[in-house]
Structures are given as structure tokens and as C-alpha cells.
């Protein structure tokens, strides 16, 4: 292998370890599995009546299958379950991801609601294929594939375990959603180096966002607001 490719491949383990070390310290988002209690948190690519509509012109298939890829901690699974135990649908829901710590939260929610219609399944994006069982009728992927360093691979792994002629919801960060981040992570890249542990990091990061002005696009941007909690 090239010097040049040998170390692209080297900073790509870097910062997929520095991605997954971050994600086992700050499980994504931050739930609490006692919250299912009180309330339902409900969003898009993720809401049954979505799905239902423009894929399926009104009339699901039974028994329906649905792949969450990248669960994190179980918004998505736990919405889609939720959805189906109430209106009474013969289906599956299978939570996909990599990371223990994630699955311990969604794990707790789901039993919190009594919900036995979620399989827990832990491994790579890339390796779907072999991990999940496939002919899925939907597949929520949302905020995973940019994080993943072989993208298409990903996309591809997703499509080998979907239907054919099914469909898939995807969302991806985008440059002006997001407008001001990618900046605050150069600055971040810079003073908290990635061999520095994940609440060093955090530490960093917080008194760097403190210390930005008032005109700063990351302050100003009232979309992005996870950072504020």
C-alpha cells in the first residue's frame, strides 16, 4: 500500500475510534428511559403515517418490517413500535447499531412502554448484510451515513437488506443546516485533539463556545441547539 493511502487509512481508524469513544461517553441523544412515562417524542423519517402514505399509498404490508439503522439511543425505534402496538399491526422493528451503551437506553425505553415488538441488534452499518435479517420494507437511517467513512458502502449495505421496489428514510448534515459547525469542529480538531478523552474534549469545546462573539454563525444558528444542553 502507498505511505499516502496507509496513512489516509490510519486517520480514518483515528477518527471512526474518536467518533465511537464519543458516542460510548455521551450516548446520542441523551434519553431518559423514565421519560417514556410521560411522553412521546416523535419526528420525520420516523413517523408511521409518513411511511404509510408516500410509500405504501395508505395500505402497509403485514407483516411489516422496518430496519432503524444507527438506533442510537431509540427515538426512532421506539416511535415506530409504539405506533404499530397501538394501532394493533403484525410487524417487526429492528434497532441497528453499533454501540453498547446506545442499546442499553433504548433497551430500558422499550421495556418502560412494554413494547415486544423491537429486535436489539448490535454491529457495523457496513455489515447489515450479515447481521440483520434482510427484506425489510423500510429502513429510517437518519444522522448515521455521514459519520460512516465508506458512505456508499454504507448505502449500499442498506439497500442489499430492503425490499425491492421499498424505500428508505435518510437524513444526512448538510453545510447550510448546519451552518457554523463545521467551523466550531475545525477550531475543536485544532485545541481538543482526538487523543485527548471525551470529556477533556467536552471541556475544551465548552469554554471555546463560551468565549465565541455574539456574531458567531454557530451562536446564531437557532436550528443546531443539542450543543446548548
Known sequence: ????????????????????????????????????KKRMIEGSPSRLAEVEHYLFQGRLPSPF???????GTGDGAIQFAHSMAFRGLNGEIVWFDLLPASHVVAEARAEVRSLTNIKFVQGSLLEATALVDGDFHYIDCCGVLHHVDESKAGLRALKAVLKPNDGMGIMIYGALGRRGVYDMQEMTETLAPTDLLPNERLAIGQRLFEDLSASNCLKRNQFVQDHLD
Do not use: C, F
Request: glycine fraction near 4%; hydrophobic fraction near 30%; proline fraction near 9%.
Open 65 to 71: 418490517r422496518v430496519l432503524v439503522a444507527g438506533g
Open 1 to 36: 500500500m502507498p505511505e499516502s493511502q496507509d496513512s489516509e487509512s490510519q486517520d480514518s481508524e483515528l477518527q471512526d475510534r474518536a467518533v465511537a469513544d464519543h458516542y460510548v461517553a455521551y450516548p446520542y441523544p441523551a434519553r431518559d428511559p423514565s421519560d417514556e
